[in-house]
């Protein structure tokens, strides 16, 4: 299934985009999309029915703004340095383990969103990458196939950073992560029964139409079912948490100079196959 929320920020209900693309109002079905949601069987199985029968209103698309795919998010882990030929253009050894960083929830936003560009910022980049959502409680997991057991579907996210905020303001890479707007996520929360195989995804971006990104999920140097085991052992992953699991190369930290970072006025456009299209504006925060 294709589910998603609709509607103004802060007030968005929930949706299903049918196998025709033609959306469909939960509303009457199912509070939500979040993780309590996502975590209850009988509630998707609810929402598998309905939709089988034909029997879920049909919402009028037009002008309708789409948010995130889930709501109250908990946390958003990060995993940085993902990929092998990112790693390589950055210069950077691949690592052994894989690299954990946080977003806050409030970073997230709809996929055609606007991002802003923060405040004394020269340096803000680009991120295509493929976001786990969380669908069943998750501590210590054993193997990858428990891991993949426990998630409960797949979206885009743009992992907007500032790479001066990031890496030369001292500290973590956290002040260059959680600007305002950081994270759009969306369209879809695309559930894992329609994802055959999150290691054979391509990822592609771009910025005022020029392509920037073009890579494969096979690329990742730790696999989603790796990824989602690694960091059950060191946090609770719980429904509705999302992970977003690294980007290929392309980014503008990558380039060389002048390096060609986002300023207000861009326009990002990013997809992953079978998982939807997002697109940005970028204004001044």
């Not at 509070?31 to 598998?48: E, N, T």
């Not at 980049?125 to 501590?139: C, N, P, Q």
């Not at 326009?267 to 504006?281: A, K, N, S």
Request: with cysteine; proline share 7%; charged share 25%.
């Amino acid at each position: 299934m294709k589910l998603l929320r609709v509607g103004t920020t802060g007030s968005e209900r929930p949706a299903l985009l049918d196998a025709e693309g033609v959306l469909r109002d939960l509303s009457g079905v199912v509070p939500d999309i979040d993780g309590a949601l996502l975590a209850d069987d009988a509630a998707l199985g609810r929402i598998r029915t309905a939709a089988e029968a034909g029997e879920l209103p049909v919402l009028d698309a037009d002008g309708l703004r789409i948010g995130p795919p889930v709501a109250r998010i908990g946390k958003v882990v990060c995993i940085g340095l993902n990929y092998h030929d990112h790693a390589k253009e950055t210069g950077a050894e691949p690592p052994a383990e894989p690299v954990i960083f946080f977003k806050a929830a409030d970073t997230v936003v709809g996929p055609y969103d606007t991002v802003l560009v923060p405040r004394g910022s020269v340096k803000t980049d680009w991120e295509v990458e493929l976001a786990v959502v969380i669908g069943r409680t998750a501590r210590y997991l054993a193997s990858h196939e428990e891991a993949l057991a426990h998630v409960a579907g797949y979206a885009v996210a743009h992992d907007v950073s500032e790479r001066e905020f990031q890496i030369e303001r001292g500290g973590t890479w956290d002040k260059g992560k959680n600007c305002e707007t950081f994270n759009p996520l969306g369209p879809w929360l695309v559930t894992a029964d329609e994802v055959a195989d999150p290691q054979g995804l391509g990822l592609k971006l771009w910025v005022n139409g020029e392509l920037r990104q073009d890579g494969s999920t096979s690329d990742q140097i730790f696999p989603v079912a790796e990824v989602v085991r690694y960091v059950s052992q060191f946090m609770t992953l719980y429904p509705g948490d999302v992970i977003n699991t690294g980007t290929p190369a392309g980014v503008a930290l990558g380039m060389p100079e002048p390096k060609p970072f986002l300023r207000a006025g861009d326009v990002v456009e990013l997809e992953i196959e079978g998982l939807g299209r997002q697109r940005q504006e970028f204004k001044p925060a």
